[in-house]
């Protein structure tokens, strides 16, 4: 029998603190590998601590003292593990900062979560996108399962809302709200399908120009057929942004 699928509502500790379990958006690594904290009213405890790279500027540092930093704090604030909210191109410090972790944290009792790029030891969980525009998400997943295994595995749930140029000249396309695809299938009257593939809703329109744009987006119902996916492959968790759980309604 599957386990049921757990959300993990990510957010700063005043938003956070409201849903269970969280991990808590409150440090970043600075220049030359300092850790950068806001990490005021994370409560004690329980939870993750989601470490994000944006003010990383590539400069040396200690990753060995970071990663003993990073534990300390997981520790200290009883979190169960860390989380490598890592979007920059791959950078070599950061690659040891965290195999570092994956071989403190596991001895301690802490997870480590890490992009798939970034993943170098068994011991990490492996963090995997489904916002996609192209390819197939249910064989992406199978192929993650084989390779990692299903215990491994937490989903990037990120609330995919974005506008593509046809034929597919603008990679991912142009980010839009939610609002703003609502809007465009009301003032265009047209009709919304479903992707299995994609697992995702989507529609397409032409512009004054005449262009085509392919847009692609997610709701609650889409929100349920991945973490149905998931489940039946033995996922069992996924991080997503709080906003987003309010937005779709997640429990």
Known sequence: MNEPFTYICCAPPNQADRRSPAAYMAWGIGPGMTLLSANAGVPRGGGLMVVSDQAYDRSEGDHRRLAQECLYLCRSLGLTGLV?????????TLEMFVAECAERFPSRGCAVYAPER??????????????????????????????????????????????????????????????????LLSSRG????FSGELAARYFTYKDAEGQTHF???????????????AAQMGIREGFVLYPDMVGLGLP
Do not use: W
């Open 84 to 92: 490598c909210d890592f979007e920059q191109p791959v950078r070599r």
């Open 118 to 183: 970034y993943i170098c030891h068994d011991s990490l969980r492996v963090i995997l996108p489904t916002a996609l525009t192209s390819g197939s998400l249910p064989k992406r997943l199978r192929q993650a399962v084989a390779q990692y295994g299903a215990n491994r595995i937490a989903l990037d749930m990120e609330r995919i809302s974005r506008d593509l140029l046809l034929p597919g000249t603008n990679g991912n396309g142009m980010c839009v709200s939610p609002d703003s695809v609502a809007m």
């Open 190 to 193: 047209g009709a919304s399908f």
């Open 215 to 229: 847009v692609v987006y997610d709701d609650a119902g889409t929100f349920r057929y991945k973490t149905e996916l």
